[in-house]
T-cell receptor, first 115, second 115 residues
């Protein structure tokens, strides 16, 4: 079974719009970690955030915010006032307590921000 | 974080040949990993590169096809052996730093095309 599902394959928005990228995960562990990475066209993965399963507090970093909801097994990512430079593929990932160095990546969501 | 470099950045190879990809980190790291990202797909962990011992391979990946070396704490190589067009992918090195709570940082990737 897919451990991380990113149902949105591709999203297109116009600059300054807000956009939310969905991530749903599946695990039986009570301790686990969730991540978001950005992959711009250059190909390099850029680490954005790490969240452990015991910390459900939402986080905001500039135009980025993350909404972690254990009840729905979701860890959604919102970009406020999107910019063209936000255009990239965004990956959500999960690692579990028994092998926390093994990352399960979602299939990614390609975000196109048009001027 | 860490500064991670990979060589080559890209290559075009002939079927049946082998290519060795190098990953260099600017600081000593506890863990090094190799991932494959097939065209338009997500990332899949190939193996964990262990310093001074054989790599730990994930299901579906074998040492004969993807031999890995890690002679010290800052360097690793991945060889893609007896290549076929199905091996055309981006190969990424990642590292986990001690004390970074299992965050993984990725190199720029090696874009491989097999003809």
């Amino acid at each position: 079974a897919q451990k991380v599902t990113q149902a949105q394959t591709e999203i297109s928005v116009v600059e300054k719009e807000d956009v939310t990228l969905d991530c749903v995960y599946e695990t039986r562990d009570t301790t686990y970690y969730l991540f978001w990475y950005k992959q711009p066209p250059s190909g390099e993965l850029v680490f954005l955030i790490r969240r452990n399963s015991f910390d459900e507090q939402n986080e905001i970093s500039g135009r980025y915010s993350w909404n972690f909801q254990k009840s729905t097994s979701s860890f959604n990512f919102t970009i406020t006032a999107s910019q063209v430079v936000d255009s990239a593929v965004y990956f959500c990932a999960l690692s579990e307590q028994y092998n926390f160095n093994k990352f399960y990546f979602g299939s990614g969501t390609k975000l196109n921000v048009k001027p | 974080s860490a500064v991670i470099s990979q060589k080559p950045s890209r290559d075009i190879c002939q079927r049946g040949t082998s290519l060795t990809i190098q990953c260099q980190v600017d600081s000593q790291v506890t863990m090094m990993f190799w991932y494959r990202q097939q065209p338009g797909q997500s990332l899949t962990l190939i193996a964990t590169a262990n310093q001074g011992s054989e790599a730990t391979y994930e299901s579906g990946f074998v040492i004969d096809k993807f031999p890995i070396s890690r002679p010290n704490l800052t360097f690793s190589t991945l060889t893609v052996s007896n290549m076929s067009p199905e091996d055309s992918s981006i190969y990424l090195c990642s590292v986990a730093l001690a004390g970074t709570r299992n965050e993984q940082f990725f190199g720029p990737g090696t874009r491989l095309t097999v003809l």
